[in-house]
């Protein structure tokens, strides 16, 4: 029986990626969205994989659609936590909202979508749980302290949850990206993001489907052994 997928942020940027490579890799694949309602349709006709919209920061919201999702396509096999956002500024300048929002969604979003799956998946004793997690949260970055703060939070909540997984065989794993081709990159000013590039030892933007590779790793059935780890897919840009 193939395995049920799903993929917050799923119907663009590294999301849609990552729940492309799943569903050939065999998966029945579901992709959550928050907002970019034009896009996920087409997302859905161009690619037959199943959308629901909600916002991961709202934890009833979760506990709903994740419910209707079982309800509708099956039992959650693997969750992938990619939904994020920035809201870049220097601390000075920085609002409590722009602090609150990427906290809420991108460190939140991963309990709230975990709190609502993880309990079957340990009763079942199988299950996939894939972090996005970011270079930026292992390294810092200038103007990020929320976003920064926020994915180094996700690498540990990797490791404390995959040692809970661990004897109910459900491995926890995070990936960190560094800068990749997708619209939040996009959104960096182009003189900043020049600097940045020159630091990436490859010399160039990660792609979306390089990710989504090492994330279909992690689902596989391969990967068992593999649990609360991070895999780093920098470009050199970040070692240690
Ligand atoms: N280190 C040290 N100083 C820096 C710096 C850095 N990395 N970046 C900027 N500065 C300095 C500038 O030199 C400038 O100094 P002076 O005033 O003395 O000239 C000062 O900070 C202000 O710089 P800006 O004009 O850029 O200030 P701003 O307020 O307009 O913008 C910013 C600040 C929003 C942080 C902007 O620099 C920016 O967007 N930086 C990019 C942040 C970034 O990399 N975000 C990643 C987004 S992608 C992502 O997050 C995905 C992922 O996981 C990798």
């Known amino acids: ?10 119907t663009r940027g590294i999301g849609e990626a990552i729940s492309l490579a799943l569903k050939a890799q065999g998966c029945t694949v579901v992709a959550n969205y928050a907002g970019n309602e034009e896009k996920a349709k087409a997302f859905t006709a161009e690619t037959g994989i199943r959308a629901y919209r909600w916002d991961v920061g709202d934890h009833q919201a ?23 956002i920035t809201r870049d500024g220097v ?3 920085m609002s409590f909202e ?12 991963c309990f709230n979508m975990v709190k609502a799956t993880f ?4 009763e079942r004793g199988w299950g996939r749980v894939v972090n996005i997690g970011s270079i930026n949260g292992q390294a810092g970055q200038y103007g990020q302290v929320n976003y920064a703060a926020a994915k180094s939070g996700i690498h540990g909540f990797t490791k404390a949850l995959a040692q809970e997984g661990a004897k109910y065989g459900v491995t926890v794993n995070a990936i960190a990206p560094g800068y990749i ?10 003189p900043v993001l020049d600097k940045i590039i020159a630091k990436i030892p490859v010399g160039r933007l990660g792609h979306a489907d390089e990710i989504a590779r090492g994330v279909a ?5 391969n990967a068992g052994f593999v649990t609360g780890s991070t895999l780093s897919m920098n470009g050199g840009q970040h070692m240690y």
């Open 1 to 10: 029986m193939a395995r049920i997928a799903i993929v917050t942020g799923g």
């Open 181 to 190: 081709d997708t619209d939040m990159v996009a959104a960096v000013p182009q």
């Open 98 to 109: 722009d602090w609150n929002e990427v906290m809420r969604i991108n460190l939140g979003g």
């Open 217 to 221: 790793f992690l689902c596989s059935e």
């Open 119 to 122: 309990p079957a998946m340990r």
């Open 62 to 84: 979760c506990i709903a659609g994740c419910a209707q999702v079982a309800e509708e396509v099956g039992p959650i096999d693997i969750v992938v936590n990619n939904a994020g």
């Open 91 to 93: 601390l000075h300048r």
